[in-house]
């Protein structure tokens, strides 16, 4: 294999994964190290311990002294307050955990532009003011952020798609004054870097591993970007669907678009933009009608040449935010076939006419024309619903190069070092 000159690490939610990629973005080794439980997965102590065992692992399977950059993409929003030292102070407060004070999220929207992706009870800001009133607080930062400092950085840097829920404003390329007036000390922030930018050279812990001493490490991105990228997708009009618990669907494109009431923001990834939204249908609506071990069967009993004309909007509860918002909206999921494959097939056409509909909607609002479709997610394993979602498309999707974020991360950095250096 080629020497290695990238790694990427993934801070997920089921683990944590490393990825060494050569010059010409093959992969030259990976590592995981799982949660093994909830509680793992939201302690830093283990964040950390996973990370430098991960990367222990793939010092044993290739040679760290031809590697020039390192990044870490983190889940989306979790955020953690430091110290003097860099150590964490109380709990993190995860992507997925509420804002635990109301007032809070009340002041951001006070203060907020209409269209910030800071608003609302799930804001990345309002977890970030929440955990800076703790005593003895000197910075607040992302989970990536904190893995760079253990790394060996010496001042805490994020990028800008970690950085988005968080408030940071893309077009000045600056933590926005209203912040403050929200409640939040800005110096108590990272600084913000170009996702995959170069940062300083390695120190610390990393330098002992054996690294070149003209290692950098690297600004890194948010795993719903990083997984964008693992999939190959990189050109304008290049869209992924993540058919995962829920439907989430990105769209690579010249303009942001931000329609806050559609749930719809973009992130800044190399020289593009990438809006998205997700939907509240997905696999949690197919697992809880059906249960995950029925899959093969009721797959093998699909019949894609006769449309069932059910017209299902599939949902676990009332309310949508996207491709349309309503948070009242009732799920469609009757009359009942009697055949639970007619059923299942109904549930699949619904969720594949809610995935054009999304795409039709984020093009309506100025993303590029569609122009290939790539998958990841649990949902991707089903060929027969792959042909039903190409049909419905009208375009013939394109495999994903890979599924590891930890590798869109890699790829991110390498993209950003051909374009800058
Ligand atoms: P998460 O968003 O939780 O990471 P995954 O990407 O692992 O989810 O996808 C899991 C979802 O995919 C489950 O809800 C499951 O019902 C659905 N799923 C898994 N296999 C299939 C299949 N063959 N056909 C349709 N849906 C599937």
């Given at each position: 294999?080629?020497p290695?000159?990238v790694?990427?690490?993934?801070?997920g939610?089921?683990?944590v994964?490393?990825?060494?990629?050569?010059?010409?973005g093959?992969v030259?080794?990976?590592a995981?190290t799982?949660?093994?439980?909830?509680?793992?997965?939201?302690?830093?102590s283990i964040?950390w311990?996973r990370?430098?065992?991960?990367l222990?692992?793939?010092?044993a399977?290739a040679?760290?002294a031809?590697?020039?950059?390192?990044?870490?993409?983190?889940t989306?929003?979790?955020?953690l307050a430091?110290?003097?030292?860099?150590e964490p102070?109380?709990a993190p407060?995860?992507?997925n955990d509420n804002?635990p004070?109301g007032?809070?999220?009340?002041?951001?929207?006070r203060h907020?532009?209409?269209?910030?992706?800071?608003?609302?009870?799930?804001?990345a800001l309002?977890r970030?003011?929440?955990?800076?009133?703790q005593?003895?607080?000197?910075k607040?930062?992302h989970?990536?952020?904190?893995?760079?400092l253990?790394?060996?950085?010496?001042?805490?840097?994020t990028?800008?798609n970690n950085?988005?829920?968080?408030g940071?404003?893309l077009?000045?390329?600056?933590w926005?004054?209203w912040?403050?007036?929200?409640?939040?000390?800005r110096?108590?922030?990272?600084?913000v870097y170009?996702?995959?930018?170069a940062?300083?050279?390695?120190?610390?812990?990393a330098?002992?591993?054996?690294?070149?001493?003209?290692?950098?490490?690297?600004?890194g991105?948010?795993d719903?970007?990083?997984s964008?990228l693992a999939?190959?997708?990189s050109?304008i009009g290049?869209?992924?669907?993540?058919?995962?618990s829920?439907?989430?669907l990105k769209?690579a494109?010249?303009?942001?678009?931000n329609a806050?009431q559609?749930?719809?923001y973009?992130?800044r990834?190399?020289?593009f933009w990438?809006?998205?939204?997700a939907?509240?249908?997905g696999?949690a609506?197919i697992?809880?009608?059906?249960?995950d071990?029925?899959?093969?069967?009721?797959?093998?009993?699909?019949?894609?040449?006769?449309?069932t004309?059910?017209?299902f909007?599939?949902?676990?509860?009332?309310?949508?935010?996207?491709?349309?918002?309503?948070?009242?909206y009732?799920?469609?999921?009757?009359p009942?076939?009697?055949?639970d494959a007619?059923?299942?097939?109904?549930?699949?056409?619904?969720?594949?006419a809610i995935?054009?509909?999304?795409?039709?909607?984020?093009v309506?609002?100025?993303a590029?024309?569609?122009k290939?479709?790539?998958?990841?997610?649990g949902?991707?394993k089903?060929p027969?619903?792959?042909r039903?979602?190409?049909?419905?498309?009208?375009?013939?999707?394109?495999?994903?190069?890979?599924?590891?974020?930890?590798?869109?991360t890699?790829?991110?950095?390498l993209?950003?070092?051909?374009k800058n250096?």
């Amino acid at each position: 294999p080629l020497p290695a000159t990238v790694i990427g690490i993934d801070i997920g939610t089921s683990g944590v994964r490393a990825a060494a990629i050569s010059d010409n973005g093959e992969v030259v080794a990976l590592a995981s190290t799982p949660f093994f439980t909830a509680e793992e997965g939201r302690t830093p102590s283990i964040w950390w311990e996973r990370t430098s065992t991960a990367l222990a692992q793939l010092a044993a399977k290739a040679s760290l002294a031809s590697v020039g950059a390192i990044g870490i993409d983190g889940t989306s929003g979790t955020v953690l307050a430091l110290d003097r030292v860099g150590e964490p102070v109380g709990a993190p407060l995860m992507y997925n955990d509420n804002c635990p004070d109301g007032d809070i999220v009340e002041q951001i929207s006070r203060h907020a532009p209409a269209d910030s992706p800071a608003k609302g009870a799930s804001s990345a800001l309002a977890r970030a003011i929440f955990l800076a009133r703790q005593p003895g607080v000197s910075k607040v930062v992302h989970q990536a952020d904190w893995l760079l400092l253990k790394l060996g950085l010496r001042e805490a840097a994020t990028d800008e798609n970690n950085a988005l829920k968080t408030g940071y404003d893309l077009q000045r390329e600056k933590w926005p004054d209203w912040i403050e007036m929200a409640g939040l000390n800005r110096q108590l922030l990272p600084k913000v870097y170009r996702a995959g930018a170069a940062l300083s050279r390695v120190k610390g812990f990393a330098a002992k591993l054996g690294f070149a001493t003209t290692c950098r490490f690297h600004a890194g991105t948010t795993d719903g970007c990083a997984s964008f990228l693992a999939t190959g997708a990189s050109q304008i009009g290049d869209g992924v669907t993540a058919l995962g618990s829920t439907l989430v669907l990105k769209l690579a494109s010249e303009r942001p678009i931000n329609a806050p009431q559609y749930g719809i923001y973009s992130h800044r990834v190399l020289d593009f933009w990438l809006p998205g939204g997700a939907s509240n249908t997905g696999g949690a609506v197919i697992k809880s009608l059906f249960g995950d071990d029925r899959l093969a069967e009721l797959t093998a009993r699909l019949d894609v040449s006769r449309p069932t004309g059910l017209h299902f909007y599939p949902l676990l509860k009332r309310g949508e935010r996207f491709p349309f918002s309503d948070p009242d909206y009732a799920p469609r999921l009757e009359p009942r076939p009697e055949d639970d494959a007619i059923f299942f097939q109904a549930v699949l056409e619904g969720i594949s006419a809610i995935e054009r509909l999304g795409y039709d909607r984020l093009v309506e609002l100025g993303a590029a024309q569609l122009k290939s479709v790539r998958t990841v997610g649990g949902g991707s394993k089903n060929p027969t619903w792959t042909r039903m979602r190409q049909a419905a498309l009208g375009i013939a999707f394109t495999p994903s190069k890979s599924t590891e974020a930890a590798i869109g991360t890699a790829a991110l950095i390498l993209q950003w070092q051909r374009k800058n250096q």
